[in-house]
């Protein structure tokens, strides 16, 4: 017997008399983090006749392994969504301080997505992702969370025909499409045959949440630490109390760390609170992997599209990827609903929106990645983007926002600005500062490296 799982708590849409599923639906969506019900959302949104089905194997809410950093793009994109009540009331953040590897700091503000007030907030993955889950469901998506999705048969035509399955029993669905939203090892993406990405082209991150004694919380900050380079450390405040922190390295580059991911976190922290005087009080410790976009593979399957981090739609140098899960799922409904659900190729045009919007935006973040790997340069690009409004603006763009470029200009910069540390208490916005202790120390590397938690 088939059953309809509660949607975490909240009341389905659907009425306890109409719960009998039907064996097929119009597009089933799998995975409900944020890719998953923003596609479900935008569906009963955009496309309301589709009868729209949202599969997890786990129930809402649910941790992620995250920074929580949600940036102006996701905050864009919630509100078209009609979801903004998600971050309402939150602290809003605006200003970014990046810290290099020998301790010089510039900030700036928050690059603008889609002509809004250039504003981020800090919203832990629990909440955020159950938040936007129960929004789908209240539009009309038919929540099956708590199941998984097991296998995937495409060779039938007009349909795909999927498996679930949740504690001895089985379902068998026929969807006129599919949307992958199942995360970084995603199950679709392994049936259609596609590869998970290269070491190179995946990080590894921990992150963990901390209590300061007193307030020391502000921007959202990054410091760019010798031994993590190209990747990095992020405090991220939820208040000026407690904060989002954790590293972020090249699974590539990991691979020859002596030291393992809780190890790095804990040094970070030792830093942190060498710079800030100020121990902090941890828990909560969690790791994950990322699939960046520098290796994006083909997203549009037939009627099977990857979407997320299912489709590797993760910033190469940052991490960062709500925002560009966010707008994966909208562009792969508008294709739905612009090519037609029952065209051979549904998501064709969705593919190449994606590529046309981000392909570059990724293509740049990954070189700005190459250029930060040398340790002299991280510090000589700081340095000049405290002397530099304009390279401040563009670094915030490419790292949180959509820039497409590195130019000869902004290297040009870095060159003339970077070589010299600027007078200490010098203007704040951007601003520069020399650490009291000469940059930010770095504790040495363990002897042993010791086992690396999963999420
Ligand atoms: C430590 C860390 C820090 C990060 N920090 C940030 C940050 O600050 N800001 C930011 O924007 N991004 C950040 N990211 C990246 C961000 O977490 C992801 O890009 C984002 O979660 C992608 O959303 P998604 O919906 O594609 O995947 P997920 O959030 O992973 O959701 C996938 C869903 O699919 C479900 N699922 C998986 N397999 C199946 C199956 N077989 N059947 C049914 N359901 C299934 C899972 O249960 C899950 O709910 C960070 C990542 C890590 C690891």
Redesign the pocket.
Same mark, same amino acid.
């Given at each position: 017997m088939w059953h309809l799982t509660s949607s975490g708590g909240l009341p389905s849409t659907v009425p306890p008399a109409q719960r009998e599923p039907p064996l097929s639906c119009d597009l089933l969506v799998?995975?409900?983090?944020?890719?998953?019900a923003a596609a479900a959302a935008h569906a009963r949104l955009r496309a309301p006749g589709l009868a729209t089905w949202l599969?997890?194997?786990?129930a809402f809410p649910?941790d992620? @392994?995250? +920074?929580?950093?949600?940036?102006p793009g996701?905050v864009a994109r919630l509100v078209t969504l009609g979801a903004g009540h998600i971050v309402a009331g939150r602290r809003p953040i605006e200003r970014v301080t990046i810290v290099g590897p020998s301790g010089a700091t510039a900030g700036g503000d928050l690059p603008p997505v889609g002509g809004n007030r250039p504003v981020g907030y800090v919203v832990p993955?629990v909440d955020f992702?159950a938040a936007l889950f129960h929004h789908a469901c209240r539009l009309g998506a038919i929540s099956y969370a708590g199941?998984?999705?097991?296998s995937l048969d495409t060779s039938m035509p007009g349909h795909v025909q999927v498996r679930l399955a949740r504690a001895g029993e089985a379902l068998s669905v026929r969807a006129r499409a599919v949307i992958a @939203?199942? +995360?970084?090892?995603?199950?679709i993406r392994r049936c259609l045959g596609v590869p998970y990405n290269r070491p190179r082209h995946t990080?590894l991150?921990?992150?963990a949440y901390v209590t300061a004694p007193a307030p020391v919380f502000q921007d959202l900050e990054f410091p760019f630490l010798a031994p993590l380079l190209p990747g990095y450390g992020?405090v991220?405040p939820l208040d000026a109390t407690h904060a989002n922190v954790?590293v972020?390295l090249d699974a590539s580059r990991y691979r020859h760390s002596p030291a393992s991911l809780e190890v790095l976190l804990a040094q970070f922290l030792r830093a942190h609170a060498a710079r800030h005087g100020a121990p902090l009080d941890l828990h909560g410790r969690?790791?994950?992997?990322?699939s960046f976009g520098s290796q994006l593979p083909r997203l549009a399957h037939g009627r099977v599209a990857l979407?997320?981090?299912?489709g590797s739609?993760?910033n190469p140098f940052t991490?960062?990827?709500?925002?560009y899960?966010l707008a994966a799922a909208m562009l792969a409904v508008d294709s739905l609903r612009t090519t037609g659900i029952d065209a051979p190729r549904p998501f064709a045009a969705y593919e190449r929106a994606f590529r046309a919007r981000f392909e570059r935006h990724f293509r740049a973040s990954q070189f700005a990645k190459r250029l930060a790997r040398s340790r002299r340069f991280a510090d000589w690009a700081i340095r000049a983007a405290a002397r530099s409004p304009v390279l401040v603006a563009k670094s915030t763009e490419l790292l949180m926002g959509e820039g497409t470029t590195v130019s000869p200009r902004s290297l040009l910069t870095v060159l003339t600005h970077g070589w010299r540390w600027p007078a200490a208490g010098g203007s704040s916005r951007p601003s520069v500062v020399r650490a009291s202790n000469g940059g930010v120390p770095w504790i040495p590397r363990p002897r042993r490296r010791r086992a690396t938690e999963a999420s």
């Open positions: 799998v995975g409900a983090g944020p890719a998953g599969v997890d194997q786990q649910r992620k @392994a995250c +920074g929580d950093g949600v940036g996701v993955r992702d199941w998984r999705m097991t @939203a199942d +995360g970084v090892r995603s199950t990080g991150a921990i992150r992020w991220f954790g972020m969690k790791a994950y992997m990322l979407i997320g981090d299912a739609q993760v991490g960062e990827g709500i925002a899960a």
